[in-house]
């Protein structure tokens, strides 16, 4: 069973709506919980991380932990074209530095 | 501040061959993660150096290897390249190890032929 997982996408939504993105965890254990947004040809950007149960907001995004049920999610508001591009989501457990990374949820707002 | 670099940027080498990554993670961060990028894997751990020390090791093969240096700059290593070893390799400096936040470099694109 793989240890994060993302539904792949692609997700579509049209421009000023809230697009969803959702993440599932294996590990009861895990401690801290990061969302990244990867362009094409480019290197993954940390845009959240979130470490305890509820929300946490950050401009339009906002990122939703769950603990009891293994779930992380990011919400974007307002998505812009400018915000197609994947979405990866990562675990680190037991205050390890590995960063557990989900395959990646690729999103396109259209115009 | 400026950000995590990596050299090269690029690099093409035939099987066989060994090579040498460099990563100079953000100023005043000590802690220096590796990463491999692959269409088929997605991102996978490499391995993670806090204070010149390898603080975890993902499962890759020997031949992989790195050393982080007493400015926290860090090198990674692959000897006996093979095919299969065309990626994007990452590193990513945090402040501390463990649970901090990750900020990843530009990356190295390899080419094995």
């Known amino acids: 069973q793989k240890e994060v997982e993302q539904n792949s996408g692609p997700l579509s939504v049209p421009e000023g709506a809230i697009a969803s993105l959702n993440c599932t965890y294996s590990d009861r254990v895990s401690q801290s919980f990061f969302w990244y947004r990867q362009y094409s040809g480019k290197s993954p950007e940390l845009i959240m991380s979130?470490?305890?149960?509820g929300d946490k907001e950050d401009g339009r995004f906002t990122a939703q932990l769950n603990k009891a049920s293994q779930y992380v999610s990011l919400l974007i508001r307002d998505s812009q074209p400018s915000d197609s591009a994947t979405y990866l989501c990562a675990v680190i457990y037991n205050q390890g530095g590995k960063l557990i990374f989900g395959q990646g949820t690729e999103l396109s707002v259209k115009p | 501040k400026a950000g995590v670099t990596q050299t090269p940027r690029y690099l093409i080498k035939t099987r066989g061959q060994q090579v040498t990554l460099s990563c100079s993670p953000i100023?005043?961060?000590?802690?220096v993660s590796w990463y491999q990028q692959t269409p088929g894997q997605g991102l996978q751990f490499l391995f993670e150096y806090f204070s010149e020390t390898q603080r975890n090791k993902g499962n890759f093969p020997g031949r992989f290897s790195g050393r982080q240096f007493s400015n926290s700059r860090s090198e990674m290593n692959v000897s006996t390249l093979e095919l299969g070893d065309s990626a994007l390799y990452l590193c990513?400096?945090?402040?501390?190890?463990?649970?901090?936040?990750?900020?990843f470099g530009p990356g190295t694109r390899l080419t094995v032929l």
């Open positions: 100023s005043g961060h000590r802690s």
């Open positions: 990513a400096s945090s402040y501390l190890a463990g649970g901090n936040e990750q900020f």
């Open positions: 979130i470490y305890s149960n």
